[in-house]
């Protein structure tokens, strides 16, 4: 082998090299794509006296997940404290089942509460939460603002 053959295929190699390090996936930690989405309610929906209704907020994926954490907090909280208070924050007590979506509140099979007993806190119309998940390795998060219910007015 000449010095020119070395020298070629040490250039080859440092420009896959590059190419696998910049431009794939491989080294890079699965990022799971949310979209929020603000729904209108269900025709008997009841809320608990004194709260105000909001517009129920449903999050959609990429693809099918089995997540092991499930945590809502509210982004002005986040940025003023260390430990924000969560809002809705559910982990996997064993395998949860594999979901694309899911509804704010509603809880998974194979997923519970990580306080026991906790219920999930009403939203607040006009504020903006954070939605954090984690499936295994793959992380994702997403801020989204919530809307009051405004009921239409009969004729």
Same mark, same amino acid.
Do not use: C
């Given at each position: 082998?000449?010095?020119?053959?070395?020298?070629?295929?040490?250039?080859?190699?440092?420009?896959?090299?590059?190419?696998?390090?910049?431009?794939?996936?491989?080294?890079?930690?699965?990022?799971?794509?949310?979209?929020?989405?603000?729904?209108?309610?269900?025709?008997?929906?009841?809320?608990?006296?004194?709260?105000?209704?909001?517009? $129920?907020?449903?999050?959609?994926? +990429?693809?099918? &997940?089995?997540?092991?954490?499930?945590?809502?907090? =509210?982004?002005? #909280?986040? /940025?003023?404290?260390?430990?924000?208070?969560?809002?809705?924050?559910?982990?996997?007590?064993?395998?949860?089942?594999?979901?694309?979506?899911?509804?704010?509140?509603?809880?998974?099979?194979?997923?519970?509460?990580?306080?026991?007993?906790?219920? $999930?806190?009403?939203?607040?119309? +006009?504020?903006? &939460?954070?939605?954090?998940?984690?499936?295994?390795? =793959?992380?994702? #998060?997403? /801020?989204?603002?919530?809307?009051?219910?405004?009921?239409?007015?009969?004729?």
């Amino acid at each position: 082998m000449t010095k020119k053959s070395i020298v070629l295929i040490a250039v080859a190699v440092v420009l896959a090299a590059v190419y696998v390090a910049f431009f794939t996936d491989w080294f890079r930690q699965p990022q799971i794509q949310i979209l929020p989405q603000i729904r209108p309610p269900q025709r008997n929906a009841r809320t608990a006296p004194g709260d105000v209704a909001v517009y $129920p907020v449903t999050f959609a994926f +990429d693809k099918k &997940y089995q997540f092991t954490e499930i945590k809502v907090v =509210a982004f002005d #909280d986040e /940025k003023t404290n260390k430990f924000p208070h969560a809002v809705w924050h559910m982990i996997s007590d064993s395998n949860s089942i594999p979901v694309k979506a899911l509804v704010y509140g509603v809880s998974l099979r194979g997923m519970k509460p990580k306080i026991p007993r906790a219920q $999930p806190e009403p939203l607040v119309p +006009d504020v903006t &939460y954070r939605l954090y998940l984690t499936a295994g390795n =793959a992380k994702g #998060d997403v /801020k989204f603002r919530t809307h009051e219910l405004v009921k239409p007015t009969p004729q």
